[in-house]
């Protein structure tokens, strides 16, 4: 027995030193090769030395100048080679790793991985270069001015056809950053096709608003200029339609804040005005300035049209024989001060034939604006006034007006003031209903009342209303005075004509027409 397992030890032994011989026989074949099995994507360089593998490698490899990746932005696609991004095989470093396939420490476990190598085989991973971020870069750089588009903003054109406004526009832009990033790995983990996203870029001013809106409206009709002449009754339309007014706009693009505003160009304005004055003639013209702020609110508001009111240039008077300063400013409508107003060297005793004297401007005795429905006529031969609205007579009143010695100066006047008891401290004497229309003097009025009341409360001129019998005023009646008072406002047109048939003196009136006493 002893003798059996003797030998059966020994056989072991000789097998075990058989095994050890034939490992190290196959280390020592394979000791410069790689093991069989072995294989690189695909090729098998098993039995080869590590340049025979580089060799077989490079031979099978795909090329880097044609393998690559593709990158999408808004289904345009750019093809990078890997040569051209930076990336590589390292066939020396990947040669090295299938070398150290089954390369075990101990002989009995490098023989057991290299038959099972052998038998089953190992794929080893091709070894890459990592791209050059600074090439990713660049090739993203190149798609990024491809794709960018910079927003458009929103604009406006004010054209003969009416304004035209474009809305703004969103650009897109490629981040180059996070785009580069995206290629890096999409590289890394070995993709073949990568979606760049692309970032919108909103325009700063989106719509051309509220300019556009403002120049429809300005530009939806004809702008008139209602021009009237209250002295002669003259009026004219002057329209300027929408291409004259289109030459009134500006237009201003700004950025900070982001907005289009709209300007109306007071001087272009101003040149329409004055070329509008110049067509009236040489006795009326329109106070430009006065005009032109009335044009540019009503602009303003969106309004078409605008009142403008004549006015009248000084006139120059030559002396005749036999004239004084009292008849000349009676004859021209005015106040004798404002003659002498005007003329502050004349001086009546010293009047010269011929000698050029200035006659105000009537535009002095309307400064108000004018109230366009209503007027008031006073007829001093007949000693009548009559009120009318829109053309309509609505009053009809017998008059006393001034004495020959205070005569009521015919001209055109307007309603100035209004007071309803009014004191002429002067005479004595209170006025109801008193509405001002002249100033006799540059201290006191003449106007329009009812029949005068003494301190004794006397009324004066009821007995001769429809004669003269005032200091220079129009008389009327009780309650037509009231009448009129509440239905005229100041700034009613007040017209004086005619000459007043002769009068008695003052003290022979005074007698005839003193009332008695309530």
């Known amino acids: 027995m002893q003798r059996v397992l003797r030998w059966i030890g020994i056989v072991i032994a000789v097998g075990v030193l058989l095994l050890a011989g034939l490992a190290m026989a196959y280390d020592r074949r394979y000791a410069e090769r790689i093991f069989p099995g072995v294989t ?48 590589q095989y390292d066939i020396p470093a990947t040669v090295a790793a299938a070398c150290q396939v089954a390369r075990e420490a101990n002989w009995a476990a490098r023989l057991q991985a290299a038959w099972r ?3 089953e ?11 050059d971020p600074a090439k990713a870069t660049r090739a993203v750089e190149t798609i990024a001015r491809t794709v960018y588009r910079p927003p458009v903003e929103a604009t406006l054109a004010l054209t003969p056809a009416g304004p035209v406004g474009t809305p703004g526009q969103a650009g897109q832009e490629l981040d180059v950053a996070a785009a580069s990033t995206a290629l890096l790995e999409a590289l890394d983990h070995g993709e073949s096709e990568v979606r760049l996203a692309l970032r919108s870029l909103p325009p700063r001013l989106e719509a051309p608003e509220p300019a556009y ?3 429809v409206k300005l530009l939806a009709a004809p702008f008139v200029l209602e021009v009237n002449d209250p002295v002669t009754d003259y009026r004219n339309d002057f329209a ?26 007071a001087d272009r304005v101003r040149a329409w005005l004055e070329d509008v004055s110049s067509q009236l003639g040489e006795e009326r013209f329109l106070d ?48 004798l001060w404002r003659l002498l107003e005007a003329n502050p060297d ?4 010293s009047l010269l034939i011929g000698q050029q004297l200035v006659i105000p401007s009537i535009d002095v005795l309307i400064p108000e604006p004018v109230v366009p429905d209503k007027r008031i006529e006073i007829n001093l031969p007949e000693q009548k006034l009559r009120a009318y609205q829109d053309g309509a007579l609505q009053f009809e009143f017998r008059i006393s007006s001034g004495m020959s010695k205070t005569p009521t100066i015919a001209g055109l ?27 006799e003097g540059p201290d006191f009025y003449n106007g329009i009342h009812e029949l005068p009341i003494t301190r004794g409360g006397y009324r004066l001129s009821r007995g001769v209303l429809g004669w003269p019998a005032s200091f220079g005023c129009i008389i009327l009646d009780v309650g037509e005075a009231q009448q009129l008072f509440e239905w005229a406002p100041i700034g009613t047109l007040v017209a004086i004509t005619g000459v007043a048939p002769g009068t008695p003196s003052y003290q022979e009136t005074l007698d005839q027409i003193v009332d008695n006493p309530p």
């Open 121 to 131: 085989g190992q794929e080893v991973p091709v070894v890459l270069i990592p791209a």
């Open 240 to 265: 300027a339609p929408p291409a004259q007014i289109t030459a009134w706009l500006a237009l201003h693009p700004e950025m900070e804040p982001p907005a289009i505003t709209l300007s109306i160009e």
């Open 40 to 87: 690189v994507n695909g090729v098998d360089v098993g039995g080869m030395t590590a340049s025979e593998a580089e060799a077989a490698l490079q031979r099978a490899l795909p090329d880097p100048q044609v393998e690559g990746i593709t990158l999408w932005a808004n289904e345009q696609a750019w093809r990078f080679s890997w040569a051209a991004l930076g990336q």
């Open 413 to 439: 006047f307007q309603v100035l003031t209004k007071e309803e008891n009014a004191y002429a401290q002067r005479w004595g004497l209170e006025m109801p209903y008193f509405m001002g229309i002249y100033k």
């Open 288 to 335: 430009v300035s006065e005009t032109l702020t009335r044009t540019l609110a009503a602009l303003e508001a969106g309004e078409h049209h605008a009142a403008a009111r004549v006015r009248h240039p000084e006139k120059a008077y030559f002396v005749q024989p036999g004239d004084n300063l009292f008849d000349i400013a009676y004859s021209f409508g005015f106040p």
């Open 346 to 349: 004349v001086i009546s005793s």
């Open 117 to 119: 190598v052998r038998q």
């Open 213 to 215: 809106s403002r120049a």
